[in-house]
């Protein structure tokens, strides 16, 4: 495959996916990176490692020098929403023809989550500019589960800031991957958005999940939002309780992935044993 795509933050769990998956369909990679140690298991996959930061313009013009898409997410650390303007206004420079924008679901929607509202200005950013670009927004992250597991007495407790009758949208960070890379590829999305997710549960649920993947008795345990010590993540639970809360389209999450795992392929493809004990 002859095809360029330039993915910004190959090293972290998204963009690692997305640069996964791409190598995996023969599509060349060109990785920014601040640290080429780091990303040395893509450079011997074959990617090319462009060392360096987002906010240098020679820097990503080295990186979006005729490459035929580009693969972009934003964080909250620093200032998310300028970050976002300073790659749309470098591709648009570059004349990138495929841009993709890793938002959240919801963003759209005027949450008032913080970091859900800067990444509604970053596609506003985009529209404005009339930037080439599809928003992908992926739904809550099935590894999040896993900062909320322990084992007690041989029970496992999964204890979140939301009731256990409370459905949840999840998806696994490998399938956000594999539906960007979709769509990096060529895929259209109608509306130039999609929100995706691989499966609905409740708490209650998620719980009887890990239970029949692991043969261990397993209880969700609510615990008060304000014990959550971020404003952000209390800001969210307290969303996740106004339904419909996220709203993705399974079907067409399908179509761009599908092998898209529910929760319990997902949980069957971890080394359970591991993860319980670390």
Excluded: C
């Amino acid at each position: 495959m002859n095809t360029t795509i330039a993915v910004i933050g190959a090293t972290g769990n998204q963009g690692g996916a997305v640069a996964d998956a791409l190598l995996r369909r023969g599509a060349q990679v060109r990785a920014l990176v601040r640290d080429p140690q780091k990303a040395e298991g893509l450079a011997g996959r074959g990617a090319q490692l462009i060392k360096g930061d987002f906010t240098d313009p020679q820097v990503l013009r080295a990186l979006f020098e005729g490459v035929d898409a580009a693969f972009f997410m934003t964080v909250p650390q620093g200032d998310e929403v300028a970050d976002g303007r300073t790659v749309v206004d470098a591709a648009k420079r570059a004349g990138v023809p495929r841009l993709v924008f890793d938002s959240v679901g919801g963003a759209e929607r005027h949450t008032g989550i913080g970091h859900f509202e800067t990444k509604r200005r970053v596609e506003e950013y985009i529209a404005e500019r009339k930037a080439p670009a599809t928003v992908v927004r992926p739904v809550y992250f099935m590894e999040n589960l896993l900062h909320a597991v322990t084992v007690e007495d041989g029970e496992i407790v999964i204890r979140q800031p939301l009731a256990a009758d409370v459905p949840l949208q999840m998806i696994s960070v490998r399938d956000i991957g594999e539906v960007v890379a979709e769509v990096l590829l060529g895929t259209d999305v109608p509306g130039g958005a999609v929100e995706i997710a691989g499966d609905e549960k409740t708490g209650a649920d998620i719980a009887r999940a890990f239970s029949e993947a692991t043969g261990m008795p397993a209880r969700w345990e609510e615990i008060p939002v304000d014990s959550v010590p971020m404003r952000d993540a209390r800001d969210m639970f307290e969303w996740f309780t106004r339904l419909p809360a996220y709203r993705a389209d399974f079907a067409e999450t399908r179509r761009l992935a599908p092998g898209v795992m529910d929760l319990d392929t997902w949980l069957s493809s971890l080394d359970l044993e591991g993860v319980l004990q670390a």
